[in-house]
């Protein structure tokens, strides 16, 4: 049974830093590319960030990039979220999720597996 559990979520400042962990197990983390979405109250999921299954390919949104930085540690089946430069619309309860698949990907439906979500809440 796969299991993805994210950590890392509270209460921060506009400007300020959080970093989001995502424990994986059930799965081989170490061949599956990892994502990051994110749901804000009355909108759509949307994507923030991708990682291949080695981390040497990441992507990202516009709306993060510069500010946000995808990594993993393979030896800790763990995929992190940095976010620096928090802004109010970062606001949102965010998902860690996994692909079967190797490469890294910004489309939610091409992943396999979703996590619970933390709460992101940044205050202006």
């Known amino acids: 049974q796969v299991q993805l559990v994210e950590s890392g979520g509270g209460l921060v400042q506009t400007g300020g830093s959080l970093r989001l962990s995502c424990a994986a197990s059930?799965?081989?983390?170490?061949?599956?590319?990892m994502g990051w979405f994110r749901q804000a109250p009355g909108k759509e999921r949307e994507f923030v960030a991708s990682?291949?299954?080695?981390?040497?390919?990441?992507v990202y949104a516009d709306s993060v990039k510069g500010r946000f930085t995808i990594s993993r540690d393979n030896a800790k089946n763990t995929v992190y979220l940095q976010m620096n430069s928090l802004k109010p619309e970062d606001t949102a309860v965010y998902y860690c999720?996994?692909?079967?698949?190797?490469?890294?990907?910004?489309?939610?439906?091409?992943?396999?597996?979703w996590g619970q979500g933390t709460q992101v809440t940044v205050s202006s």
């Open positions: 059930g799965l081989t983390f170490s061949r599956s590319a």
């Open positions: 990682t291949s299954y080695s981390g040497g390919s990441t």
């Open positions: 999720a996994a692909r079967r698949l190797s490469g890294y990907s910004s489309y939610a439906a091409s992943y396999d597996y």
